[in-house]
């Protein structure tokens, strides 16, 4: 399961491959990790039983106002971490920057 995971995360990431040794140990111990929990998270939120305890209609603006708010709060707290952690991302991924 987890070659799965680092070929996945590899055909993502395709000609940006880590440098050095640190840089494959970060994309294994925390990529697939956290591929996993965001992937768990999502099927969790998105399911139909969380749907209908939000709305029993099978459209509802109330469902998809609470989707589009958990979206942009997850690209919202993406794009903080990212500027958070990006100076030492560029160390070990620098050809990813250029």
């Known amino acids: 399961m987890s070659i799965v ?4 995360l590899l055909l993502n990431l395709f000609s940006w491959v880590p440098s050095p040794l640190t840089g494959w140990v970060i994309l294994v111990v925390v990529g697939i990790p956290l591929y996993i929990l965001l992937k768990g998270l999502g099927e969790v939120f998105f399911s139909e039983k969380v ?8 459209f509802s603006g109330v469902r998809i106002l609470s989707g589009v708010v958990v ?16 100076v030492y991302i560029r160390l070990h991924f620098g050809s990813l920057f250029g």
């Not at 749907?51 to 029993?56: A, L, N, R």
């Not at 979206?71 to 990006?86: D, E, H, K, N, R």
């Open 5 to 8: 995971l680092i070929c996945l």
């Open 51 to 58: 749907g209908k305890s939000i709305s029993d209609k099978g």
């Open 71 to 86: 979206m942009l709060a997850f690209y919202g707290t993406t794009y903080l971490v990212w500027q958070i952690i990006s």
